[in-house]
């Protein structure tokens, strides 16, 4: 199948390309699109270089699938014209998640919703899917009223050029800085831009898309997203309030039978998911599970994952697999 990756030269994209390797996707050509500043340059897939292409040059190569990795901007132009030649779109950008006409997909969750007339799929937000791939089971079993999230999001969720200000901080050099202050030995409340809420948009993204695939508008989420200096992988402490009340041992042993979700909890001998170890691996990573003592019905755990992988290119082609089983595109 030709499958083009549009972003390919950019931390996600080629984080994608990784994924597509390792679970083997049926790629017989890949059609890398990236901006005209990339164009000729060579990504290598599989062991075979392949030329980066133009938007224009990669659609009229007509992939049956495209992953897109390149901005809302770039979304809203082309996933039309992708999918008006019948290629499946999954999306990473926020241009599509809260269309009313698109599906916002974790497939663990809803990928059941997906139907052959949908050919522009969202992906969601890293932030968010680690959190509603270990809540959807409880939301199932408990009903949940309302999450509290604090989220310690690593600095490779903004992109190669932060990861350069982070580690020229961190040897002392001069930085090109990309946030407006210094990434190490510093937290910044401020992901993405703020709007006249007080809430920034990433945290907007938090309440909206937790809404949308859970499919329930009554949840309550009260988000702050911070940027912490560490290379890869996103944490969040979340509480979570249930309108039942729930046993501890029956919610690790829901999540520990969750597809993707591992639980790591055994605080007494100092095991709890980290980012340092959660890098690099596709399961979202569970933990520190405890049950609020100042309030009843309410449970707290610590939740990390890889925001490269399962909050993006393992997620994303998680979905396209889902379409590849169900026949919508063929191998
Ligand atoms: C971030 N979730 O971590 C956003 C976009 N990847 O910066």
């Known amino acids: 199948m030709k499958v083009a990756?549009?972003?390919?030269?950019?931390?996600?994209?080629?984080?994608?390309?990784?994924?597509?390797?390792?679970?083997?996707?049926?790629?017989?050509?890949?059609i890398p699109i990236?901006?005209?500043?990339?164009v000729g340059?060579?990504?290598?897939?599989?062991?075979?270089?392949?030329?980066?292409?133009?938007?224009?040059?990669?659609?009229?190569?007509?992939?049956?699938?495209?992953?897109?990795?390149?901005?809302?901007?770039?979304?809203?132009?082309w996933a039309p014209k992708f999918a008006e030649i019948g290629c499946y779109v999954v999306d990473n950008s926020s241009a599509w998640r809260m269309d009313p006409?698109?599906?916002?997909?974790?497939?663990?969750?809803?990928?059941?919703?997906?139907?052959?007339?949908?050919?522009?799929?969202?992906?969601?937000?890293?932030?968010?899917?680690?959190?509603v791939l270990?809540?959807?089971?409880?939301?199932?079993?408990?009903?949940?009223?309302?999450?509290?999230?604090?989220?310690?999001?690593?600095?490779?969720?903004?992109?190669?050029?932060?990861?350069?200000?982070?580690s020229a901080e961190r040897s002392g050099q001069e930085a090109d800085m990309v946030y407006p202050y210094p990434i190490d030995m510093n937290c910044l409340p401020h992901i993405d831009v703020f709007t006249?809420?007080?809430?920034?948009?990433?945290?907007?993204?938090?309440?909206?898309?937790?809404?949308?695939?859970?499919?329930?508008?009554?949840?309550?989420?009260?988000?702050?997203?911070?940027?912490v200096p560490v290379k890869g992988g996103h944490s969040e402490a979340v509480n979570v309030e249930f309108a039942n009340d729930y046993d501890l041992d029956e919610v690790r042993d829901i999540l520990s039978k969750t597809?993707?979700?591992?639980?790591?909890?055994?605080?007494?001998?100092?095991?709890?998911?980290m980012p340092l170890y959660a890098e690099g691996k596709n399961e979202v990573f569970v933990g520190r599970l405890r049950r609020d003592l100042s309030h009843p019905n309410t449970l707290n755990?610590?939740?990390?994952?890889?925001?490269?992988?399962k909050g993006a290119a393992t997620n994303a082609v998680q979905i396209a697999m889902y379409l590849l089983k169900q026949g919508f595109i063929k191998a």
Request: aromatic letters at 6%; hydrophobic letters at 40%.
């Open 134 to 166: 270990a809540l959807a089971p409880l939301h199932r079993k408990y009903q949940i009223k309302r999450i509290v999230v604090s989220t310690y999001q690593s600095v490779s969720g903004t992109g190669a050029k932060a990861l350069k200000q982070m």
């Open 196 to 227: 006249e809420s007080g809430y920034t948009k990433e945290e907007l993204k938090m309440i909206n898309e937790t809404r949308k695939i859970l499919g329930d508008d009554t949840i309550n989420v009260s988000p702050t997203t911070v940027r």
């Open 101 to 131: 006409t698109k599906k916002l997909v974790v497939p663990e969750i809803n990928a059941c919703e997906l139907a052959p007339e949908d050919r522009i799929i969202a992906n969601p937000n890293c932030s968010t899917i680690q959190m």
């Open 5 to 30: 990756v549009f972003g390919a030269t950019g931390l996600v994209g080629s984080v994608m390309l990784k994924v597509l390797d390792e679970m083997n996707f049926p790629v017989s050509e890949l």
């Open 301 to 309: 755990m610590w939740i990390v994952a890889d925001n490269l992988r």
């Open 34 to 38: 990236a901006s005209e500043r990339s």
């Open 41 to 77: 340059k060579e990504v290598t897939f599989k062991g075979k270089p392949y030329k980066v292409v133009n938007a224009q040059t990669g659609l009229g190569m007509k992939p049956a699938l495209a992953i897109f990795s390149a901005g809302g901007d770039a979304s809203k132009e």
């Open 259 to 273: 597809e993707g979700v591992v639980v790591q909890d055994d605080p007494a001998n100092k095991v709890y998911p």
